[in-house]
């Protein structure tokens, strides 16, 4: 079983496929399980990297808090565990949140985004194990990689306006809408989301490889 003992939490992944890495974390309490409808069609173009958010599925948490900053080291911690330098980074919900904290504090480790059901409007911990995410709308213009922006027209959780804010401010953005699609867009419609997102990878091939080893 492949797990990422980091100190004070030990992190289950998974890898699927070979190329370019492509990192992909779950929204709400769930676990990479919940991936499983986007994996398979993605690991045939690409490295896919999937893993258990601290606390959640078979990750183990030995010390410290929930919180953004914390999701976003774990995720740092793990690609240099891994030995990534580079990786394309996304997720679905609070994965696609931790993916933008992750590109403002590690600029040089983001390849591409893919935002799948986010936000960049904040989001606050209302008690009942919800985690409260800072606003970023306005630090999106730091963000010069490209992303790709998936979100369902009938998203009762964050409607679609949120991701229409968010390719306004992105630089280099693209805006895949799912008719219909809720707030599981990557399960509702996943061959609609696997197309987007392998549409999107395709046109990341000319940039490095990323998987280089990072410097000590």
Excluded: K
Excluded at 111 to 121: F, K, P, Q, R, S
Excluded at 150 to 166: K, Q, S, Y
Excluded at 183 to 200: P, Q, R, S, Y
């Amino acid at each position: 079983m492949p797990v990422a003992d980091l100190g004070d939490v030990r992190l289950y992944y998974e890898e699927r496929g070979t190329g370019r890495p492509l990192v992909l974390m779950h929204g709400g309490w769930v676990d990479l399980s919940s991936l499983e409808p986007n994996i398979p069609a993605l690991a045939a173009r690409c490295r896919v990297i999937a893993f258990d958010r601290r606390g959640c599925g078979r990750s183990v948490v030995l010390e410290g808090e929930h919180s953004p900053e914390a999701w976003t080291e774990d995720l740092y911690r793990l690609l240099r565990t891994l030995e990534l330098s580079r990786a394309c980074v996304g997720g679905v919900s609070y994965g696609a949140m931790v993916a933008v904290e992750f590109a403002l504090a590690h600029p040089e480790m983001v390849d591409g985004l893919v935002l799948i059901a986010g936000t960049a409007e904040g989001f606050p911990g209302r008690g009942g194990g919800y985690v409260g995410f800072p606003r970023r709308l306005e630090r999106l213009g730091e963000i010069t990689a490209p992303v790709l922006l998936i979100h369902g027209d009938a998203d009762p959780v964050f409607p679609l306006w949120h991701a229409e804010h968010m390719q306004r401010a992105l630089p280099n953005a693209r805006l895949v809408v799912v008719e219909g699609a809720g707030h599981g867009v990557n399960w509702e419609d996943a061959a609609t989301v696997n197309g987007a997102i392998l549409e999107f990878l395709a046109g990341l091939e000319g940039s490095p490889a990323a998987g280089e080893r990072p410097a000590p």
